[in-house]
């Protein structure tokens, strides 16, 4: 094999892996958003049902002040019929007093209803309230690792981008820069096995002079189809 294919196969295998490593850095902050958003979703659920829980108090409380209020004029109606000595008056304070009542039976079904569901919704309030807890501190932990994940790959590009460097060193710059073309444009496969004829690049089979040309091993030679540089396997 020639010393210059032989180089490039070795820089090739760097690549390779940087490649691999940045895609994974460039994961990561897709992955932690995500986790973030569940995090947010477990809190607006908590709070949709906290909010819920507030509303049913305030409304528990309003109807608790309509019905006091309704008491009070019932006893303002009682009082005034036992002043009045009108019977139209009294006929008209006890159908008031009847109204008011019927109105204090509604606002106790209301508040009957709001009861029972804040009943309901107490256990349902807990177990969201435990579970975005729980939820929270297993995505946190997560989130953690991948940060400490990423800082470890930035680590390793870095180390590999040193290695790169001298990797290159000793490759004539035309092929180095033909290599790193073909790098760029076949999918991280530059330099590839012919294996019984056919590039392992496009998978196509090659001429017969190109074989031989391969096999005399005097000159870097190219796939026609793909233009990927070949080499014999070892």
Do not use: W
Request: charged fraction near 30%; hydrophobic fraction near 40%.
């Amino acid at each position: 094999m020639l010393e210059a294919i032989e180089k490039l196969l070795a820089l090739q295998d760097r690549d390779q892996k940087l490649r691999t490593l940045r895609l994974e850095i460039h994961s990561v902050p897709t992955e932690i958003a995500s986790k973030q958003k569940l995090i947010t979703d477990s809190a607006t659920r908590l709070e949709t049902a906290r909010s819920r829980a507030k509303t049913i108090e305030v409304e528990k409380k309003s109807l608790q002040i309509d019905t006091a209020a309704k008491r009070d004029q019932i006893a303002k109606y009682k009082n005034q019929q036992l002043q009045t000595r009108k019977n139209e008056e009294y006929t008209a304070l006890a159908h008031e007093i009847a109204n008011a009542e019927k109105l204090i039976s509604q606002i106790e079904d209301k508040e009957l209803l709001f009861m029972e569901e804040a009943e309901n919704l107490a256990p349902e309030l807990a177990a969201a309230d435990k579970t975005h807890g729980e939820e929270k501190t297993r995505l946190e932990a997560q989130i953690t690792l991948l940060r400490e994940k990423e800082n470890n790959l930035i680590i390793r590009v870095q180390e590999f981008e040193a290695s790169r460097a001298s990797a290159c060193e000793g490759i004539d710059e035309e092929l180095l820069e033909r290599y790193v073309r073909l790098f760029e444009t076949k999918n991280a496969r530059a330099v590839v096995a012919l294996e019984h004829d056919v590039c392992t690049g496009c998978h196509m089979k090659i001429t017969a002079q190109t074989s031989l040309a391969l096999r005399s091993d005097k000159t870097i030679v190219s796939c026609p189809q793909c233009g990927r540089l070949l080499h014999l396997p070892a």
